[in-house]
């Protein structure tokens, strides 16, 4: 009986706790050129159809483009609670291969009425709109012969706080790149059939943590990539069991759904850097593309925690002097590879670091692993016995410039 009473209690606990707990999940494969990041919402039915649209795009990816040379998908998101009942988001799909080809999917879904919902179902009288909508897409697409725009569907769409945006279908650009044709109608132009509500800005509060760094400690950077993730508050509690520190380089997509997370490492005494913003394979971009990835990263870091990134991880570990050359940040890459996302055990990722760490080390794991978060507290506590401080990457550069100096 009592048994009984503890699981059900247990059941209970777990479907209080488990439903509504978003987060966003992310698959990088570093051997592959993949890297999705999507939401979970909660939302079971919502939930099941962006996971089958991933899986159902990867299998095809994997398929189609298994005889080309480097071929990169990456899917990134934008997820926006309309109001409290209504839920848009949006899995934006890019290939690269032998030419860029970009797709989008959307979906808005109603969680009291349990139904996705059809641009019918958001705005009032869409027939009326529709004669505006072609009048501004053949004006925005006057130089492209793009036959589509005169039978556009509505099925994909996203919100922010001031616009409606429309997606209808790709064109081909100049330099022969598949891009996306869309619409930002103002919100205020519109006779909206549902209400939405703004989101508050949330409130920069800092107070960042002194660290006591002698010139000559044997010091160590943790570095942490992929993340932020519900794994990365058990890294944060460990580093903060130990008065240690690391260096988070976060992708920007992200971060909004973990603000109290990026708060928490800067009053912490710990770093963020950029990861850029949807993690793809950066040696393909132009300077405008590169520089928005970081700069996207940039504002939003920012935004959360007042303080703007001085330290650049490039994704894949891929860089170059172009891309050096296109930002002030500074490049930093790692000596120590704890392997962790290929290991996948807490034992192997410990060995992959402590003989390798030498004074000024920079050692790279991911805080989007849950064998990662497991791994951390031996990892910082064997360091620690061997006399180690643990500095952010910015305090290690300095430090070493001191010690050029000197
Ligand atoms: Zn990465």
């Known amino acids: ?53 991933i899986n159902k795009t990867r299998t095809n990816f994997k398929k189609e483009y298994k005889n080309y040379k480097n071929p990169e998908l990456n899917i990134s998101y934008t997820y926006k609670e309309l109001n409290d009942d209504i839920v848009n988001v949006s899995l934006n799909t890019e290939i690269n291969a032998d030419k860029k080809i970009n797709k989008i999917k959307t979906f808005t879904y109603n969680k009291k009425t ?55 279908g790709m064109q081909t650009s100049k330099d022969n790149r598949q891009e996306l044709i869309y619409l930002d109608i103002p919100l205020n132009s519109l006779k909206l059939l549902i209400d939405i509500d703004k989101t508050e800005n949330t ?5 960042i943590k002194k660290k006591n760094i002698d010139y000559d400690d044997k010091v160590v950077a943790l570095t942490f990539d992929d993340g932020p993730s519900k794994y990365t508050t058990k890294i944060l509690d460990t580093l903060k069991k130990y008065d240690a520190c690391g260096t988070f380089f976060v ?46 990263t940039q504002e939003k870091v920012q935004k959360i925690t007042g303080i703007s990134p001085k330290v650049f991880r490039p994704t894949y570990g891929g860089y170059s002097d172009r891309l050096k050359s ?67 990457v910015s305090e290690l550069l300095e430090l070493k410039q001191l010690r050029e100096n000197e």
């Not at 705005?123 to 009048?135: E, M, S, T």
């Not at 997370?261 to 949807?278: A, D, K, P």
Request: glycine content about 4%.
């Open 1 to 53: 009986m009592k048994k009984t009473m503890l699981l059900f209690l247990c059941l209970a606990i777990l479907l209080i706790t488990g439903c509504n707990k978003k987060e966003i999940k992310t698959t990088i494969s570093d051997d592959e050129l993949i890297a999705i990041n999507y939401p979970v919402t909660g939302i079971n039915i919502l939930d099941d159809a962006i996971t089958s649209y």
């Open 203 to 207: 409130d920069n509060y800092i107070k």
């Open 114 to 168: 349990k139904s996705f919902l059809t641009m019918e179902d958001i705005i009032k009288d869409l027939d009326a709109l529709d004669y505006n909508i072609k009048k501004q897409l053949l004006e925005k697409y006057r130089d492209s012969d793009i036959e589509s725009l005169t039978n556009v569907s509505y099925d994909y769409f996203t919100f922010d706080d001031e616009n409606l945006t429309l997606y209808l």
């Open 326 to 392: 296109y930002t002030d940040l500074t490049f930093i890459l790692w000596d120590v590879d704890s392997s962790d996302w290929k290991v996948k055990k807490k034992e192997k990722i410990i060995n992959n670091i402590i003989p390798n760490v030498k004074d000024g080390s920079i050692i790279l794991m991911h805080d989007n692993h849950e064998y990662s978060a497991n791994a951390i507290d031996s990892v910082v506590k064997a360091l620690k016995d061997k006399g180690y401080k643990f500095v952010t």
């Open 251 to 296: 992708i920007g997509n992200k971060v909004e759904f973990y603000n109290e997370t990026l708060q928490r490492m800067v009053n912490e005494g710990n770093e963020i850097g950029n990861h850029s913003y949807n993690h793809k394979w950066l040696n393909r971009l132009s300077k405008q593309e590169f520089q928005e990835e970081l700069n996207k």
